[in-house]
């Protein structure tokens, strides 16, 4: 089976513009969640998406936001780009989310904000 | 609000040596807990989950540890080699209204 998929692997964008990020899961997974990651925050949560509709969403503002497809498929949006929004972005599937189904990971997006 | 904290940041050990990583939580009784492992430019992999009647679960070389009591999960690696070298994070269930929580991790350097 194939893993997750995240495209772009790197990004460069400047302060104000938007971008938008994708994440195919592993086939047959229906939850997908979203993590940014920073070195001086971690792993944060930012949502989880489940048969196209969102099921939980982390403390970021309304800047970031996601959708899920019918196939599973899931892109998130980040506009109004600042400097701090610079992060691994890590898309994650599991079979059903909110269980005790391991998260699998994909390589994640690195986004350069200048 | 669920609190992760990881024994430190950083951990040097000898190969051969048993590396032992913490993993402390507050404010929560989880049911499980999850240890992955994320190399440098890569997305976590999941390792090891652990059930709170559980008092130990072995893979291999890994070997965790859950005690409700004291809210804290032990970690092993034992008879390390240099590719275990990376960095290890604790992850605690959802909670209401959010998803897996992750504590800071550990870089772990497995020195020949």
């Known amino acids: 089976k194939a893993g997750v998929t995240q495209t772009p692997r790197y990004l460069i964008k400047t302060r104000g513009q938007q971008v938008t990020l994708s994440c195919s899961p592993i086939?047959?997974?229906?939850?997908v969640s979203w993590y940014q990651q920073t070195p001086g925050q971690g792993l944060q949560f930012l949502f989880e998406?489940?048969?196209?509709?969102?099921?939980n969403k982390g403390n970021f503002p309304g800047r970031f936001s996601g959708r899920q497809f019918s196939n599973s498929r899931s892109e998130m949006n980040v506009s109004t780009l600042e400097l701090g929004d610079s992060a691994l972005y890590l898309c994650?599937?599991?079979?059903?989310?909110?269980?005790?189904?391991?998260?699998?990971f994909g390589n994640g997006t690195r986004l350069t904000v200048t | 609000s669920q609190k992760i904290e990881q024994n430190s940041e950083a951990l040097n050990i000898q190969e051969g040596k048993t590396a032992t990583l913490t993993c402390n939580y507050t404010?929560?009784?989880?049911?499980?807990l999850q240890w992955y492992r994320q190399d440098p430019g890569r997305g976590p992999v999941f390792l090891l989950l652990?059930?709170?009647?559980?008092k130990e679960k072995r893979k291999e070389r890994l070997k965790v540890t859950f005690d409700t009591t004291l809210k804290q999960s032990l970690f092993h690696i034992t008879a390390s080699q240099p590719a275990d070298s990376a960095t290890y994070l604790c992850?605690?269930?959802?909670?209401?209204?959010?998803?897996?929580?992750f504590g800071p991790g550990t870089r772990l350097s497995v020195l020949p």
């Open positions: 994650a599937s599991s079979l059903e989310g909110g269980s005790n189904s391991p998260l699998h």
């Open positions: 086939s047959g997974h229906r939850s």
């Open positions: 998406y489940f048969s196209e509709t969102q099921r």
């Open positions: 404010n929560y009784s989880p049911a499980y």
């Open positions: 652990i059930r709170e009647n559980e």
């Open positions: 992850a605690l269930p959802p909670d209401y209204g959010q998803n897996f929580v």
